[in-house]
């Protein structure tokens, strides 16, 4: 059966610390995985599972990397990559080609099969699709978050990410076009705001200056969740703070 279901949220920052383990207290998460495989790539990174969805923070260890460049050219912004897990990536990216979206890279692992398609042509941020054998299962296996990643779930504080938000001077226009890509009809939230609906999540699209990704949004413990952000120095705007340049918002 065709499926298509968030899997992973992609953060870029300069360092990785502090933001690995700001995210970690603040959200009371743990980080499950380390990848070496992204260095060859020049980056480090960490994974923190939010539930079933993982959220990872990369950083470049060189200069030169395509990750660098991404937040030269955002301003800091750090929304990098919507990761998705898909019945047929090589066939869902061939869609996407013939919709002029290039393929930016292709990974392949002995169980794993993941297509990056190009940001520029993606707009607002890269989009992954990619499928792992033998695992339809979204708390099956995962090589990218390491072999025994679903020991870091935890619920006591935070206990799913429920939501990406996109933001673009027209937000109808690239809602359709994300729609396109990911073979999703857009709708209309009211107030200029369009949603895709995934069976795990939802993908918002608002309006904004510049085209990016610039929210997540989580189900969590939301006074906890708030004054930890202010404990560890973060400025808190009604139920919502900024870290690597994406704004962390928090809902009961």
């Known amino acids: 059966m065709p499926y298509l279901h968030l899997r992973q949220i992609c953060l870029v920052a300069r360092r990785l610390e ?26 480090e990174n960490a994974l923190l599972p939010v539930g079933p969805i993982l959220l990872e923070v990369i950083a470049p260890t060189r200069d030169g990397t ?13 929304g990098y990559m919507a990761i998705l897990s898909c019945d047929d990536p090589d066939g869902r ?4 080609n013939a919709l002029g979206v290039r393929t930016a890279n292709v990974i392949d692992r002995e169980t794993y ?9 993606c707009r607002a941020a890269f989009i992954e699709l990619n499928h792992t054998d033998g695992s339809d299962d979204v708390l099956g296996p995962y090589p990218p978050a390491g072999p025994d990643w679903t020991r ?29 890509i990911l ?28 085209e990016c990704m610039s929210g997540l949004c989580f189900r969590t413990d939301v006074a906890v969740v708030l004054d930890a952000a202010r404990a560890r120095g973060y400025a808190v705007s009604g139920n919502g703070f ?11």
């Open 113 to 121: 099969h993941g297509v990056q398609l190009h940001p520029r042509d």
């Open 183 to 210: 073979d999703l009809t857009s709708a209309t939230g009211g107030e200029g705001e369009w949603t895709l609906t995934l069976p795990n999540a939802a993908i918002r699209v608002t309006q904004g200056e510049r």
């Open 66 to 78: 395509a990750a660098g460049r991404f937040l030269d050219k955002s301003g800091g912004r750090g």
């Open 152 to 180: 870091a779930i935890r619920h006591d504080v935070t206990t799913a990410l429920t939501e990406v938000v996109l933001q673009s001077p027209e937000p109808s226009a690239l809602a359709a076009h994300w729609g396109r």
């Open 93 to 96: 990216a061939a869609r996407a």
């Open 242 to 252: 900024e870290i690597a340049g994406v704004t962390f918002a928090v809902v009961a």
């Open 18 to 43: 502090p933001v690995v383990s700001d995210i970690a207290a603040i959200m009371g998460l743990e980080v499950c995985y380390r990848d070496p495989h992204v260095g060859k790539y020049g980056l």
